[in-house]
């Protein structure tokens, strides 16, 4: 049981550039979730899909666009990569319906803007 | 403003005390409070969610609190292992319950053998 499997693990891309960081669960759960992590600042929500079919804005969406394939893959698009971007991109899944339940995390993904 | 604080200076203990992190908040009404630990290179782990409603909660060796009041929660681990060591989480809801979590910037718990 594989549970959030995100690629690539790690990216260097220059300023400019597009990239799609991918995002897969097998725990079927309904919610999904795009997070960055900088020093000192702690997990920021960028986008969140509530269900297949659904997105919504975070705390950072700007530079961002998402895509909810289907029930198991949510992606994060950067567009125009800018380094202020450098950052540690971790997905989560929760099987949220209403009441809080845990998150369930990628390992993330190390990405550079040069 | 709304804000969420864990201590920022690293934690150090001995093997076999107590150790106690401490997550404070404002302007926030959350309804549920978690808990998560995360090691270095990987992604944070879920280990306990502690309702509004709920004064504590335990699982193995861990406790947690939480005051509504006081707006703060306490993350307890007894008789602590240098295995323990990591950085502590936590999140609560950013209000009530929309499933969408602000996070502390973590807890850093080096354990010394």
């Known amino acids: 049981n594989a549970g959030v499997t995100q690629t690539p693990k790690f990216q260097v891309l220059k300023t400019g550039q597009s990239m799609t960081l991918q995002c897969a669960q097998d725990m079927n759960h309904n919610s999904m979730y795009w997070y960055r992590q900088d020093p000192g600042m702690g997990l920021r929500l960028i986008y969140y899909s509530a269900s297949e079919g659904t997105t919504d804005k975070g705390e950072v969406p700007n530079g961002y666009n998402v895509s909810r394939l289907n029930k198991r893959e949510f992606s994060l698009r950067l567009e125009s990569a800018a380094p202020s971007q450098t950052s540690v991109y971790f997905c989560?899944?929760?099987?949220?319906?209403?009441?809080?339940?845990?998150?369930?995390f990628g390992d993330g993904t190390r990405l550079s803007i040069l | 403003s709304q804000k969420i604080e864990q201590n920022s200076e690293a934690l150090n203990i001995q093997e076999g005390k107590t150790a106690t992190l401490t997550c404070n908040y404002t302007n926030y009404s959350p309804a549920y409070l978690q808990w998560y630990r995360q090691d270095p290179g990987r992604g944070p782990v879920f280990l306990l969610l502690?309702?509004?409603?709920?004064k504590e909660k335990r699982k193995e060796r861990l406790k947690v609190t939480f005051d509504t009041t006081l707006k703060q929660s306490l993350f307890h681990i007894t008789a602590s292992q240098p295995a323990d060591s990591a950085t502590y989480l936590c999140?609560?809801?950013?209000?009530?319950?929309?499933?969408?979590?602000?996070f502390g910037q973590g807890t850093t718990l080096q354990v010394k053998p």
């Open positions: 502690i309702r509004e409603n709920e």
């Open positions: 989560a899944s929760s099987d949220y319906r209403g009441i809080n339940q845990p998150q369930h």
């Open positions: 999140a609560l809801d950013r209000s009530g319950n929309t499933g969408k979590l602000i």
